[in-house]
């Protein structure tokens, strides 16, 4: 099972502005380049504030639907029995990050695109999961806002560049591997 952290950042390394800014602070392009990325791998794991903000967006743009078309949202949360999971669709769970894994891989993933925020990918980085980090690099700086990762201990995860990708509107994806610590 590959797992690939995948987030768009500021040039100066922010996910957003804020806790409350929109996700769709990107471009058009890079938009696309996501949405292409996680209908191929068929599945995106986020975290439920992630979750609380695109559900949001799309309830304001009048297209659910388009919340889960084409893949799989895992969404991990303390609380899943607040939501109503459908299956294939949508689906809340709490707990062991490698029983999830273990789940989607008996479900026929190979891969898995971790989509954030920050606590998330936190989790997964500390468990040592992530196989691939691929950054979204978007022309802006904003000098504060949120971090890649949440505060905690990742003990100085590296990484070593795979390959550049540019995107339009002058955007780059730099995609790196993960190196496993002696």
């Given amino acids: 099972m ?27 392009e890079e938009k696309k380049w996501f949405a292409g990325l996680t209908r191929r791998v068929g599945v995106l794991v986020i975290g439920r504030k992630t979750y609380e903000q695109m559900r949001e967006i799309y309830k304001r743009l009048d297209n659910a639907k388009k919340l889960t078309a084409g893949r799989l949202l895992k969404v991990i949360t303390r609380s ?9 669709k949508v689906e809340f769970e709490n707990g062991d990050l490698k029983k999830v894994i273990s789940r ?14 920050p606590e998330i990918n936190r989790l997964f980085l500390e468990s040592r ?49 993960v190196l496993k610590s002696d």
């Avoid at 590959?2 to 990107?26: E, H, M, Q």
């Avoid at 899943?80 to 294939?88: A, L, T």
């Avoid at 990708?165 to 591997?177: D, S, T």
């Fill in 2 to 28: 590959k797992i690939i952290l995948v987030c768009a950042i500021s040039v100066d390394g922010k996910t957003a502005r804020s806790a409350n800014d929109s996700l769709f602070w990107t471009g058009k």
């Fill in 80 to 88: 899943p029995e607040k939501y109503k999971s459908v299956s294939g």
């Fill in 104 to 117: 989607l891989e008996s479900e026929g993933f190979s891969e898995i695109v971790v989509g954030g925020g």
């Fill in 129 to 177: 999961l992530v196989d691939e980090v691929w950054l979204s690099v978007v022309p802006i700086l904003w000098g504060k806002g949120l971090d890649l990762v949440s505060k905690g201990d990742l003990l100085g995860v590296r990484l070593g560049l795979i390959k550049t990708e540019k995107l339009g509107e002058g955007g780059v994806v730099l995609k790196y591997r």
